[in-house]
């Protein structure tokens, strides 16, 4: 098997491209896409047009078989609405587990069905991948042993570690990894968010509302490239970044003008893929109810639309609306996610956003 594509991301130009030549390639690159180490999984890559360009990646959970065709109506209807001509499809189970078969065969099936060819179909066991579409002297029936990114470093892993990719062990340790800070870092963070919400209080109940909004876009900014400088976050300024961001028109200029323009108008540039690790750092600092929704929301904004990592973004939705139920930008865009809109979708809405009707709007 040979495939030629980019990462499986929000259709961005600017990134290298990730090129899958083997099935083991793609096993390779399968856990950076997800953000973490599958198991009991089904992760399916959209392939787009003639080069077969990565588009969306599902995962959901290894559905047993009385589920299979449910559930593969459901990743391939998704697979359809982000435009692919192909996909990839891996399965993740134990060597003895036989759901992964029904699985991979509905999957199969329903892409028949759409006309979406599948470039290759794997299942990972036990350290060991095996094709079903292939069964020839260079795919031994033992299965073919995975490579070890640490032992054997390869192009792909190359690629998508020098874009900043990581994986987890595990998707409870994605979720941990944006877990609220313990310790005296949280008792400083506490006692220093409530000083900030009553200074916010104070700003958004007179005629400041609009000199507090820009300071917390232009310390956000400058954050953005600090923490890139490597500079450790202070407990004040951090706290003033959360706190500022719940208004909704410093929320809204930091999610970008498109974006910003679905919840009610914003100004200036976007803040794109570098602010990753800001919004996550924030994200860990909310300590105080209702704070949290509003940076967990820009975390799972910049993970799907500009690193195309869904995982991430599902985690950081969780945190948001566990926070606040009814926070509108979280609950449009889960419902993005579950919808199966893919980010490149997203982002014809948000560069011309009068171009398509269809484009919902969220506050």
């Known amino acids: 098997m040979s495939l030629s594509g980019s990462r499986a991301t929000a259709g961005r130009d600017d990134r290298p491209l990730l090129r899958l030549r083997s099935p083991a390639d793609v096993c390779e690159a399968v856990p950076y896409l997800v953000g973490f180490e599958p198991t ?24 047993d078989a009385a589920h299979a065709w449910a559930v593969a109506d459901l990743v391939v209807e998704h697979l359809r609405r982000d435009g692919a ?20 065969q509905a999957v199969l099936e329903a892409c028949r069905r759409e006309t979406i060819a599948v470039a290759e179909a794997l299942r990972v066991a036990d350290g060991r991948w095996t094709s079903y579409s292939c069964r020839g002297a260079c795919c031994p029936a033992a299965g073919t042993p995975l490579r070890d990114r640490l032992t054997e470093p390869s192009a792909c892993a190359a690629t998508l570690t020098a874009e900043g990719r990581q994986v987890l062990p595990s998707r409870s340790a994605l979720v941990s990894s944006i877990a609220p800070v ?52 202070p407990v004040d300024e951090a706290a003033r970044m959360i706190v500022g961001l719940s208004d909704r028109e410093a929320r809204d200029r930091c999610l970008g003008g498109g974006m910003g323009g679905l919840g009610g108008g914003a100004e200036g540039p976007p803040l794109g893929a570098d602010a990753l690790e800001l919004w996550r750092e924030l994200v860990r600092r909310a300590l105080l109810p209702g704070l949290a929704a509003p940076v967990a929301t820009l975390l799972a904004a ?3 639309l500009d690193h195309g990592n869904g995982a991430l973004a599902n ?18 865009l889960l419902a993005m996610l579950e919808g199966g809109i893919a980010p490149s979708t997203v982002r014809e809405w948000l560069e011309e956003p009068d171009a398509d009707t269809r484009a919902p709007r969220a506050g």
Do not use: N
Not at 42 to 54: F, H, M
């Open 40 to 63: 009991g999984s089904l992760v399916l890559i959209s392939l787009r047009g003639p080069r077969k360009q990565a588009g969306l990646a599902i995962r959901v959970d290894l559905p």
């Open 85 to 104: 001509g192909a996909a990839l499809v891996v399965a993740y189970a134990d060597a003895a587990d036989p759901s992964p078969d029904a699985a991979v």
């Open 182 to 233: 313990e310790g005296l870092l949280a008792t400083a963070m506490r006692a220093r968010l409530d000083d900030e919400v009553e200074g916010f209080l104070a700003a958004a109940g007179g005629d400041r509302r609009r000199d507090h909004a820009d300071a917390t876009v232009e310390l956000v900014r400058r954050w953005v490239d600090r923490l890139q400088r490597g500079d450790a976050l």
């Open 302 to 304: 910049c993970a799907y």
């Open 315 to 332: 985690v950081a939705l969780d945190r948001a609306l566990v926070d606040q139920p009814a926070y509108a930008m979280a609950q449009y």
